[in-house]
């Protein structure tokens, strides 16, 4: 049974630090795509940022995060991170994990429960 597991989420002031954690568990870590997305209320879930299976390999985020944001992974530990400095006002949103996991040449998706972040002085 595939399982993400968000923490870290909570209340901090404009300027300051998160770092989020995304345990997973019910699959091969280390051959995985994961991602963080972000959903605020009233918008649509976006990509904040990716990373590909090898650990420090390729990664990507969205404009609005690049620089302050840092993606990365611990394989053994089946764990990526989401290190979020100098947040914002408008990185206020519920934080999710995702996988995608190749099975038998398939793309699975898989999502987390979510853990809200909330920028506000």
């Known amino acids: 049974q595939v399982q993400l597991v968000e923490s870290g989420g909570g209340l901090v002031q404009p300027g300051g630090s998160l770092r989020l954690s995304c345990a997973a568990s019910g699959f091969i870590f280390s051959n995985s795509v994961m991602s963080w997305y972000r959903q605020a209320s009233g918008k649509e879930r976006e990509l904040v940022a990716g990373i590909d299976s090898r650990a420090g390999a390729i990664t990507t985020y969205v404009d609005s995060v690049k620089g302050r944001f840092t993606i990365s992974r611990d394989n053994p530990k089946n764990t990526v991170y989401l290190q979020m400095n100098s947040l914002r006002p408008g990185d206020t949103a519920a934080y999710y994990c995702?996988?995608?996991?190749?099975?038998?040449?398939?793309?699975?998706?898989?999502w987390g429960q979510g853990t809200q972040v909330t920028v506000s002085s």
């Open positions: 995702k996988a995608i996991v190749v099975a038998a040449g398939k793309p699975y998706e898989y």
